[in-house]
């Protein structure tokens, strides 16, 4: 059974980081298991974790008034649910929750934050990574959002 520095190393954003570096980021993180359905974090709370989804997939919704909750992302196998906690005031932008069994990796964000703000270099590393993912899911929720709002009603105005 691989550990979870064996497990993060063979992840695509840890994967070329210097051995050191896998060390520190592993000394932070535990297995978690998410059941169906289940609500991994909810809008507005705190973003003190983030996730590495091992097996399983996440929605990622946000509340829109007068419609309810509306997914604007799914995440599979590979893909890290949550950069939030990387940036003050640190809290989610959007929710998460498992729509099948769910293994991941928990990091814990606070302990990561301490370690970036004693070994800059692993912080510029870790903030070049998750700027990347923090693009890739903007772009993913503006496509979605112009999917659900952006079809024309008659009258020529956007829906």
């Given amino acids: 059974m691989k550990g979870i520095r064996e497990l ?8 070329d980081l210097p ?8 000394g932070c993180g535990v297995n978690v298991h998410f059941d ?13 974790t983030f996730y590495v989804i091992r ?20 995440l599979r196998d590979g893909d890290v649910v949550g950069w939030s906690w990387l ?4 809290r989610w932008s959007l929710g998460a ?9 928990a990091l814990d964000g606070a302990c990561l934050r301490g370690k970036c703000d004693d070994d800059t270099a692993l912080g510029y590393r870790l903030m070049q990574r998750f700027a990347r ?19 024309p009603v008659g009258d020529g105005h956007v829906g």
């Fill in 55 to 74: 097996h399983g997939r996440v929605a990622l919704d946000v509340h829109a008034p007068g419609r309810g909750s509306l997914v604007v992302a799914t």
């Fill in 36 to 48: 169906e359905g289940e609500q991994i974090f909810e809008e507005g709370g705190p973003a003190d």
């Fill in 87 to 90: 940036f003050p005031p640190y």
């Fill in 133 to 151: 993912i923090a693009q890739e899911r903007l772009l993913q929720t503006r496509l979605q959002l112009l999917d659900v709002y952006g079809n």
């Fill in 8 to 15: 993060l190393a063979e992840h695509p954003v840890f994967a």
């Fill in 97 to 105: 929750r498992a729509t099948a069994e769910t293994s991941a990796i």
């Fill in 19 to 26: 051995e050191g570096d896998l060390d520190l980021i592993a």
